[in-house]
């Protein structure tokens, strides 16, 4: 299947800083790639989908202020969490989807994100 | 909303067959019925998906109900390795809404020696 790769892999950081976590899908092309957020003993959580060349779309409830997302090539979407606290500290899974009709869907490995 | 409705988790022994229930009273006719998996700390894997027919990939078998209201993913042969939490997601596959994938709590799988 299609590889999807995120980085870091694991990232820590002070309160207040911000933080950029890159999604990208390695052999194919995606038009539209979606954020997931997942707390611990958590389902994943879609924060946004986010399609090339144009604004994300997010989803009730995330501060799009806060979550800024980028997607400016069809194979690099990238999160920054800006002045980041504690309580956002999670787990961050990004998908891409195919740019073809088939809508299939393939997630990559994650990103755990502690703020101190 | 949840679309899905899955037992929070089962026990299955290794080489036994898994049978993941789930049920979608509320399904509509353009929507198909897809599982994820995702093992500890992974992002989730693909696993099958259909609309109505049963199918089978070298993964797991999908059984829908003749109504869509329910359907069961079977792990023929379940290994260790299959332990992880197992999503029932309904969705449309094409269009302006195909693609976004909703999380339900999912099933916690247990394979156990």
């Known amino acids: 299947g299609a590889v999807v790769s995120q980085h870091p892999s694991w990232v820590i950081c002070k309160s207040g800083t911000s933080v950029k976590i890159e999604c990208r899908s390695l052999d194919f092309q995606a038009t539209t790639m979606f954020w997931y957020r997942q707390f611990p003993k958590q389902s994943l959580m879609l924060m946004a989908t986010s399609n090339e060349g144009s604004k994300a779309t997010y989803e009730q409830g995330v501060e799009k202020d806060k979550f800024l997302i980028n997607h400016a090539s069809l194979t690099l979407s990238t999160l920054t969490v800006t002045s980041a606290h504690p309580e956002d500290s999670s787990f961050y899974i990004c998908s891409a989807r195919l740019a073809s009709s088939s809508n299939e869907q393939f997630f990559g490995p994650g990103t755990r994100l502690t703020v101190l | 909303d949840a679309k899905t409705t899955q037992p929070t988790s089962m026990d299955c022994a290794e080489g036994r067959a898994a049978n993941l229930p789930c049920n979608h009273s509320t399904i509509s006719g353009n929507e198909y019925v897809y599982w994820y998996r995702q093992i500890h700390s992974q992002g989730p894997q693909y696993i099958i998906h259909?609309?109505?027919n049963n199918e089978t990939n070298e993964m797991a078998s999908l059984i829908i109900t003749e109504d869509r209201k329910s359907s069961t993913l079977i792990l023929p042969h379940a290994t260790l390795r299959d332990t992880a939490v197992y999503y029932c997601?309904?969705?449309?596959?094409?269009?302006?809404?195909?693609?976004?994938?909703?999380f339900g709590q999912g099933t916690e799988l247990s394979v156990k020696p």
């Open positions: 997601i309904v969705r449309v596959a094409r269009g302006n809404q195909g693609g976004k994938l909703i």
């Open positions: 259909g609309l109505k």
